[in-house]
């Protein structure tokens, strides 16, 4: 099998490029820590509104931690606990959600915040709020003849 | 030159009609799906309501499942079948049979589906997520489709197995392998799907079990969800790498290379599911990644055949005198719809793999997962190249088997539809893209969410969609008229079934290539590598099962 | 005179045939274009929080 010099440049060239690219996004995510939200923990999915933290949705500030505040959502068709919300700007904040019935999304919209939410498994991930401003959530994956109406507000207020 | 023996000109009639059974049903989804997809441009432009209370879901589940799913596995099917039976000669009547035996389950396991569907007891869009439970007779119905497709796949491979026992040592018909080895990615594939359907999501449905384990059918569909795509892409660089350089008067850049790509689309199609659920809790990051590299190696083969393209045209160029760096695309046929629309596609896919790769970015998918990027991309990649490479293969392929000709007038009724479907497309799927990037979600009917700052800034792009998708309507209406023009009206004729040569007919394709115990077992080991561990964590750790669910 | 200026022409002209240049420069714009629009989204995904 005879491959042309120009193709073995090309190729050369491509995979060079693949390698770069896996590479940068390697090292931010296991390296400096940006992984996409990949919470292993599980919860009874009938009993989140009996289940600790999700018994207080809203912003929390918490001692101790690497972060300094949690935000927690309760997800179900076709609305969010809570429906809107303050975070002060500069915060570092753990954005912990789940579902009490089928699929959502949680997308804060112009941010990095989106991740699935699965009945039965807890979802979070955690960032710094830098910039002000209103942010819209929405839910991103379909769950029924409401998933469009189905939002909440997070506001980056400086305090 | 070696593979004339059994390589018949014209497609067996008895053959033909399979082949374009398949066909009709192909296009009849491409109507009804087509007018669901302008209704839901129109509805997400906010200027439009649906009339008799129909809902938008409902709509966008006709839509994914009719282009998804039906129109792409039946045209495929009957491309397939019509290939094999042209280069590696025509199916036994055992064949056949199975051929349509195959064909007519998968047409039952539509129509239950559909029905289902029509009845609102499914609207659960085309990937059907437990816990929203659909009516049992719309889950049977797929397991028919798949089941179907199964034993329609076996007639093409029947027909090949039969064309290596008569040649003993010789590697088969280029476009034969190629169809060969997407059939068997295909079955592999649905194997998973398969296995969420009937295991989980079926008894579930039945209420013989009451819950379900949400996140092992999601991993299930997953396995079966990306070599789904690659399933619709490979018959298009069937037609890319293997007819395309006939129908320009030029040569396959290379008959081995082009063999190459397809076995390792096979190896690295399947192992990669998880990069449509990075964001997914309950999967382990790091096996996140290691199927995010498994999922870059797939690029590999399209990088090469972005190659094998440029130079089956360059070559082709240079040796009708053309000069310079690019003169030879000005002597490609830009006047034969069977170049140009496959062509535009091809084109299409320059913007559609680049979004693939950050797509697949690990943590860059935050940035556009489920948002309507998502949308915007498979519009080019399914919607735009491998769709406009279908209708330019169904351009001569139909007068082809129903024995008539396209005429001029069609011929050039098909390259205006095809720049009409890519004006569209450009608006449509670029307004998608741009809006995705400020986090418009997809699979979403028109709202303000509240009057949202940042949605009302949306709402122009959701226009401009409305406009392409009105224009890409008309590019259905044209497809249409032309289908049916070819299929019952056109002049009888002859029209050829164009299959390309190699350009270094000494260069015998390696017979490894027809190994095919060594590239299964190299596709399972990567699955097996893949898969079990984060399989059986995600058992292990399994939370409490779910009910069902109906929230439509 | 005309003859040895035929002889080169004629020579460029079958190096020409087989030349791949175009199919080389092409595949490298397509690159340029995959990675100016993936840093593109990765600036995006950098940007934001
Ligand atoms: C007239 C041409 C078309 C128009 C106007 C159109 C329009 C649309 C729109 C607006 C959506 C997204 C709706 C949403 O996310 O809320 C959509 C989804 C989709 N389209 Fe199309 N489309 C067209 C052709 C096609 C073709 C030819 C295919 C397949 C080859 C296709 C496959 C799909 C699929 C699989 C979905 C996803 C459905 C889902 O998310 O459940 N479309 N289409
Ligand atoms: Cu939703
Ligand atoms: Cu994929």
Known sequence: ?159 | MINVTAAKIKVDPRDAKLSMAHFFVAFTALALGGLMGLLQTLVRSGKFELPFGIGYYQVLTVHGVLMGLVLTTFFIMGFQYAAVSRTAGTHSNAARRTGWIGFWLMTIGTLMSATMVLLNEATVLYTFYAPLQAHWIFYLGLTFVVIGSWIDGAAQIMTYAKWRKNNPGQPSPLLSFMAVINTVMWIVATLGVAATVLFQLLPWSLGLVETVDVLVSRTLFWYFGHPLVYFWLLPAYMCWYAIIPKIIGGKIFSDSLARLSFILFLLFSIPVGFHHQLTEPGIDPVWKFIQVILTFMVVIPSLMTAFSLFATFERYGRSKGATGLFGWLKVLPWNDARFIVPFIGMVSFIPAGAGGIINASNQMDQVVHNTIWVTGHFHLTAATSVVLTFFGISYWLVPHLTGRKLTKAMNKLGIIQAWVWFIGMAFMSGAMHFQGLLGGPRRSSFSTYGNSQQALEWIPYQIAQAVGGTILFLGIILVLIIFINLAFFAPKGEEEFPVGEAENLSEKAPMVFENWKLWLGITAALILFAYTVPFIDIIQNAPPGSKGFKTW | MAKPELKTNQKTQVEDRSSLKGTLASVFLLGLFIIVSWVSVYYLFVDRF
Request: net charge negative.
């Open chain 1, 1 to 159: 099998m005879h491959m042309h010099k120009f193709e073995k440049i090309w190729l050369t060239f491509g995979i060079g490029c693949l390698v770069v690219f896996l590479t940068v996004v390697g090292v931010s995510a296991f390296y400096l820590g940006n992984k996409p939200a990949s919470c292993l923990t599980t919860i009874d999915p009938e009993k989140v509104t009996q289940t600790k933290p999700f018994d207080k949705p809203g912003l929390h500030k918490v001692e101790g931690k690497e972060w300094d505040y949690e935000l927690v959502f309760v997800a179900s068709a076709f609305s969010y606990q809570p429906a809107q919300v303050e975070v002060p700007l500069g915060a570092k904040v753990k954005v912990i959600a789940t579902t009490t019935d089928v699929v959502h999304g949680l997308e804060v919209a112009g941010t990095n915040i989106n991740m699935m939410l699965e009945p039965g498994y807890i979802n979070e991930y955690t960032t710094t709020f830098d910039k002000a401003g209103e942010y819209l959530i929405v839910c991103n994956e379909y769950c029924g003849t409401g998933h469009h109406l189905m939002f909440s507000k997070i506001e980056v207020v400086e305090k």
